[in-house]
């Protein structure tokens, strides 16, 4: 039955025996998949020596985390771009910060941790993407310093940070870190991974990340520790379902230094569509597991496509993986920490406290 469903979609078939996912990039993003404007590719000549010799410019690196709605902020940050650069500020686009020798260098500390020894050749990498913008400078992708196909939950944070601050000097530096609640934050990494058609096993899955030091606020200290407490930005996930995508957005904007962003919002079809990469409901879940196997790549992106615009979050009841059992475990292993959490980096969000206990 789920061969002919496939087939009734139109997608590509394979044999039963599972699919080769070594080619996949495990990119979560589809909200800044479309190709780069001309604008953003085109370099300023008369900017250019500025950008590399500035002593001052304000960076803020946009780092995650994964599944707190990054996909919505980059569609929106590209929609509104030419009204943001008006307001002074330019963007960076992830995957040009990705495609970097200076990114090569963070993924191999983000895996083992230590300093790169690249800092002459990261350097030149790192300021050639700053050419031609503005001293307000956004750079945001939420593979900064986590991977999503192999995950450290930010171990190495400190020292990929670190390493920025001597690659950019006196440059100020600010980092926004997105946080959700341990438990979800799981399960929408493991759905994320069903997404894409990889073969993933639940228990498995949870497993490798109890083995995880799972605390956001410890992730939080770490940046504090390099850049200053005044330059961490900490924003609750859950926050989007109580005061509206709008007003998520507007927020960002606002810590982005950006003063005037009343009329900057996010319509509903925007915040439930697929740019906003909506999850999979139970039963989008239920027909993935079976179907993904049976398809080639093209097939697997065709079908994400059709359960997201017709069987996600947005309108059938989300699937609930992770047991009740396995949630009480995991939160009260980190409810203290939560708990220090809010105290010290989220007492601005108290209303979204009740989440994470």
Known sequence: MMERFARGLGLAGRDGRGSDFSQENGDESQGDTSPVSVHEQTQNP????????????SLTLHI?????????????????????????????????????????SIRDTIQHGGKPNNLERDRESFLSLLEGKSDNVLMTTEDFFETFNHPRFYQHIRDCLEYVCEIVGGNDIKVILYV??????????????????????????????????LSWKRVLDDI???????????????????????SFYQTFLSELGISDVSDLEIAQDESE??????????????????????????GRNTLR???????????HPRAVLISDEQR?????????????LFSEYLSDWEADRAAYL
């Open 180 to 213: 959700r609640n341990q438990v979800d934050y799981i399960e929408s990494m493991f759905m994320q991974h069903v997404h894409l058609g990889h073969d993933r096993r639940l228990e498995g899955f949870i497993s490798k990340y109890m083995g995880f030091d």
């Open 305 to 315: 496509k059709f359960l997201q615009q017709k069987y996600s979050t947005a309108t």
């Open 64 to 104: 995650g985390a994964h599944k707190t709605a990054s996909s919505l902020l980059q569609t929106t940050l590209r929609r509104d771009g030419k009204t943001l650069r008006e307001r002074g500020l330019t963007r960076v686009h992830r995957r040009a910060i990705l495609k970097s020798e200076f990114h090569e």
């Open 46 to 57: 008369a900017s250019e020596q500025h950008s590399r010799n500035s002593v001052h410019r």
């Open 328 to 340: 009480d475990e995991i939160r009260d292993r980190i409810r203290e920490d939560n708990e220090n």
């Open 224 to 246: 504090a520790s390099v850049i200053g407490r005044e330059n961490v930005v900490a924003v609750p996930y859950e926050s989007i379902k109580r005061v509206g995508a709008t």
């Open 273 to 298: 569509g697929r740019s906003a990469n909506r999850s999979y409901s139970q039963d989008a879940f239920d027909i993935a597991s079976v179907i993904n196997p049976l398809l080639d790549k093209d």
